[in-house]
């Protein structure tokens, strides 16, 4: 019955994910179990229905995995989400009932709580399944075929849930031809139909899961909340009165009474509430560590080992009762005192041979929990037969008080008593004492497990203290080199997490006259340990991102720095091979002087560059802190910035050197008008690379700014303009002057053209000029 709940819970639960997912535009699950146990598809979940973005760890390891869970169990309980006994390992592990405790947990929130927590503050109402049954008996009170009590039986004919989305919306279908249906299948059928195609809620029941004697009551409250949201959703205060007044099942399932009588006889859960790391901002990075809260189950029994665990007056289970009742209700005669001595006979030398299998005691302290766990089991399992011993010891008694048996008879008799106490006895002492030796096994690994965590974070906590006091770098490969001690530390964390783990869930046994008292000291002493390792967890979290940050910054400045300088020796070597004196002719003059004018335009191009890397430099000491390394970059800083004045003021040198050369040669072109000429032919290059890159007309200030400097340029050009008229009337003189008659009559014009080649000259620097316009 079990098996087959979780199957329904499993199909349904699944379908109802899928069904977010499909609103989210996330992929489809497949396997409930499985497909959870990373967390990553947990989250997706939650995302989509929190509508916070939520980063995942996309690592494939247990600790991604655990760190992904914990996010999740972290996002629900800030939301309230009900998360009791649940924790990380149990979804990373796939254990399947609370995997379906936790995903119920989430829909009983964002399905039926918010869907009715308008309704239920409008009615001061605080039990939503009250409230939604309710809703359901006075939406179908007018049908007679109809009446429901419950989310589990009243459910299973089909009559109900076609019932009340015809009460709300009778155009959809004949409610005759829903009742005249043959089967419960054919009418949950015809209403998930409907439900689906008129009303657009998925389909997340099968008809057959319903159609039993027992429903599963999650999936149907799970449904019919579905059917509350789209349908009209009014309550009215008779209609909850008159489910208040419904009776109440008296029924007790067989599982609850062993929960009930467990809880009452044997044990008491304690939670003992520890740090839970640390607290980020939606925007910071997701922590790699966490830490894990304590729960300690305290048994309560007596830790005198010489004391019965089992009451002196008789405990009797139901069963119990009914036989022992019957028993000595019937004529007490000797074949029915042999009958129920043999019974119980039977019994105590099946639960001798079970105590005989536990076998010896592990040296595991995970295996002694479970046997411990399982030692409870038969512990409690001699206290139910405690009856039938007594009622068998009480028959004997009677027999014997009759007077009815031979002396013989009543010899054998008392022999049977007393052997059937004396095995009774001897079973009794033997299970009280496995018991004492379990727990004490248990608590002394335990207690070791504490000693090696506590001993485990002292050494840690002085090793991050001095790795907190070693300063960062100096060289990018000695923080390389600190990275790379931070993951081993990362590494041993995931190693002791196995510990902290296995400290989640611890067992004590008390004294059922210390209560509380006795667990007070061990609570402090977990909570002292949880939060010495939630801040190493905070501190190795915070480092790694630390670590990582100054790394990624540290690389771009190196390679902006390696690049800068390799551009720096370039221009450097180009600059050197031009040509400054000693030209051949005008046309290696006029090559010189353009390869300074490109050489000036890519210096005005990567000077925004020497602003960038002073901009990193600034950034990554910002986080480094380090005065060793803020001292060698200033200093390459300074190297860069010394390169850059040296090759300008050699730029400047070599355009004075070459004006120089064209002034030797042509007195009239001044060496201002020279560099003029470089100025300007720079200006042509950066007009034009700036319309090439530009696709957006400049800001109204850089116009205005343009506007000015062409003013300045035509009037420039004026003057050039004037000189050049000047130049021509000279060069017209020239040649109608009795000299060149001279040239032409003695054919020498070797002078002549040597005159013509500066006015050459002359005319590119005043077209460079005017280009630039």
């Known amino acids: 019955m079990e098996d087959e709940r979780e199957d329904v819970q499993k199909k349904t639960f699944t379908k109802w994910i899928n069904a977010q997912f499909s609103k989210f535009g996330k992929q489809h699950i497949e396997n409930l179990f499985s497909d959870l146990q990373d967390g990553r598809r947990l989250l997706d979940l939650l995302e989509g229905l929190t509508g916070q973005k939520l980063p995942k760890e996309k690592g494939s390891t247990r600790v991604h995995a655990l ?74 009170r007018n049908y007679p075929h109809v009446n429901v009590t419950n989310f589990t039986t009243s459910w299973s004919d089909g009559l109900a849930l076609n019932a009340l989305i015809h009460s709300h919306r009778p155009d959809l279908f004949d409610w005759n031809s829903v009742v005249c249906q043959q089967s419960a299948t054919q009418r949950l059928e015809h209403a998930f139909n409907i439900a689906k195609y008129q009303l657009g809620i998925e389909k997340l029941l099968d008809p057959e899961d319903v159609a039993t004697t027992y429903p599963d009551k999650k999936s149907i409250l799970m449904y019919i909340t579905s059917l509350f949201q789209v349908l009209p959703q009014q309550v009215s205060i008779e209609a909850i009165q008159e489910v208040e007044m419904l009776p109440r099942p008296s029924k007790v399932t067989r599982e609850e009474h062993f929960q009930l009588h467990h809880q009452m006889h044997y044990s008491q859960q304690i939670t003992v509430s520890l740090a839970q790391g640390y607290e980020r901002t939606p925007s910071s990075p997701k922590p790699r560590f966490k830490s894990y809260a304590y729960t300690q189950a305290a048994y309560v029994t007596t830790s005198d080992p010489t004391r019965s665990p089992f009451p002196s007056q008789r405990l009797e289970s139901p069963e119990d009762k009914s036989f022992g009742t019957s028993l000595l209700e019937t004529e007490v005669n000797l074949d029915s005192y ?17 105590l005989q299998a536990q076998g010896e005691i592990s040296n595991d302290v995970e295996e ?101 006091k070693e300063p960062l770098g100096p060289d990018l490969e000695d923080l390389k080199h600190q990275i790379q001690q931070h993951k081993v530390l990362q590494e041993d964390l995931e190693q002791e997490q196995v510990r902290v783990n296995s400290l989640t869930h611890m067992v004590v046994v008390v004294d059922e006259s210390s209560g509380d008292h006795a667990t007070a000291a061990l609570e402090e002493q977990l909570k002292v340990l949880g939060d010495r390792w939630a801040n190493i967890c905070r501190w190795t979290e915070d480092r790694w991102i630390l670590l990582q940050d100054i790394l990624l910054k540290w690389q771009r400045f190196t ?143 850089q116009k205005k700014r343009q506007i000015i400097v062409d003013s300045e340029i035509r009037k420039r050009l004026d003057v050039d303009i004037t000189e050049l008229h000047s130049w021509i009337t000279r060069s017209e003189a020239v040649l109608q002057s009795p000299e060149f008659a001279i040239y032409r009559k003695e ?27």
């Open 67 to 140: 760190n992904n869970v914990n996010k999740a169990l972290q996002i629900l309980q800030k939301n309230n989400v009900d998360l009791v006994n649940i924790g990380s390992t149990d979804i990373v592990d796939g254990n399947h009932k609370l995997t379906l405790g936790l995903i119920w947990n989430i829909i009983l929130h964002w399905q039926v709580k918010n869907v009715m927590k308008n309704i239920m503050a409008g009615l001061q109402q605080t039990n939503s399944e009250k409230i939604l049954l309710s809703w359901v008996r006075q939406s179908t």
């Open 338 to 354: 042999q009958t129920a001595l043999e019974e119980v006979l039977s019994w105590l030398l099946s639960a001798e041979d079970t």
């Open 747 to 773: 054919g020498n014009f070797s002078d002549l053209k040597e005159k013509v080649n500066v006015g050459y000259l002359l005319l590119f620097i005043y077209f460079s000029k005017f280009c630039c316009l």
């Open 559 to 701: 390679e902006e720095q390696c690049l800068f300088s390799a551009w720096l020796s370039e221009k450097e070597d180009a600059l050197n091979k031009i040509h400054t004196t000693g030209f051949k002719d005008q046309s290696e003059m006029l090559s010189s002087l353009q390869k300074l004018a490109v050489l000036k335009t890519d210096l005005e191009k990567k000077k925004q560059t020497m602003d960038k890397l002073c901009s990193l430099n600034q950034d990554l000491l910002s986080t480094l802190k380090n005065t060793l390394v803020a001292q060698k970059m200033e200093a390459w800083l300074d190297n860069f910035a010394q390169r850059w004045d040296n090759l300008v003021q050699k730029l400047e040198k070599s355009s004075t050197q070459i004006s120089q050369a064209v002034t030797t040669t042509q007195p009239s072109l001044t060496q201002t008008t020279v560099m003029e000429t470089v100025t300007m032919v720079t200006t042509r290059e950066q007009i034009l690379v700036k319309h090439a890159q530009e696709e957006l007309p400049p800001p109204p200030p």
């Open 368 to 468: 002694v929990k479970e046997q411990f766990h399982t030692h409870e089991g038969y512990m409690m399992d001699l206290t139910s037969h405690q009856g039938r011993v007594g009622n068998v010891l009480q028959l004997g008694s009677q027999l014997i008080g009759t007077g009815k048996l031979s002396e013989d008879e009543e010899t054998e008799v008392q022999e049977q008593m007393n052997l059937l106490n004396s095995r009774w006895e001897c079973l009794r002492v033997a299970s009280m004492e496995k018991q004492s030796n379990l727990h004490k096994v248990l608590m002394d690994l335990q207690n070791q497990q504490l000693k090696e965590l506590n001993d485990w974070l002292t050494k840690t906590e002085e090793r991050t203290r001095k790795m907190e």
